[in-house]
């Protein structure tokens, strides 16, 4: 039998979430593994775009906005393109 969450120690509570993330963590991965390969691949490229373009226009450190090319500005946008194309986001 399962206790109920307010009568579960410290120690079991923070198992009992740990054990939630990991089983959501697991059905997101199985609704991903369901994508097609092309699906799959235009979700993994907009984020790799994306957390690149942001962490170089967010962060000064990384040279800001002013340091975003081009380059990187096309790469997104085709990225978005391909994504959009996958997941029929324009119909």
């Known amino acids: 039998m399962t206790k ?3 009568n579960m120690t410290q120690e079991e509570r923070i198992a009992h979430w ?7 963590k697991q059905q ?4 991903m593994n369901k994508l097609q390969p092309l699906q799959q691949a235009a979700l993994y490229s907009i984020d790799s775009k994306l ?3 942001l962490e170089t226009a967010l962060y000064p ?3 800001g906005i002013r340091a975003v090319s081009a380059y990187d500005l096309q790469e997104l ?3 978005w393109e391909t994504l959009r194309h ?3 986001l324009r119909d």
């Open 4 to 6: 109920k969450l307010e």
């Open 86 to 88: 996958q997941f029929n």
């Open 61 to 63: 450190s990384m040279g």
């Open 51 to 53: 957390d690149s373009f």
């Open 77 to 79: 946008s085709d990225a």
């Open 28 to 31: 997101r991965q199985s609704c």
């Open 18 to 24: 740990e054990k939630m993330r990991e089983k959501d």
